[in-house]
């Protein structure tokens, strides 16, 4: 299976996790304590605080397309919807 058929084919709970982890490479603990503050929308970035990473360094993930137009209500994180 391709990667990019994987959220498609995953458990509908899981397809937005999937597909943040799979578009900008963060990792579980980084997707799952997102907060729509660290969501830029405007200059299409999701910021990554130090203290938010698995490195201790904080760091700027872009936001493609298919997370752009990902809705609200779909969103991963305990904050983003």
Known sequence: MQL???PAHGPAPL???ITVAYSTGMLQGEIFNLTWGQVDWQKGFIRLRPEDTQ???GRLAPL???LADMPA???PGPSWG
């Open 15 to 17: 397809r937005p996790i």
């Open 73 to 75: 209500g779909h969103a």
């Open 64 to 66: 493609n397309r298919e």
């Open 55 to 57: 490195t201790d360094a």
């Open 4 to 6: 990019t058929c994987l």
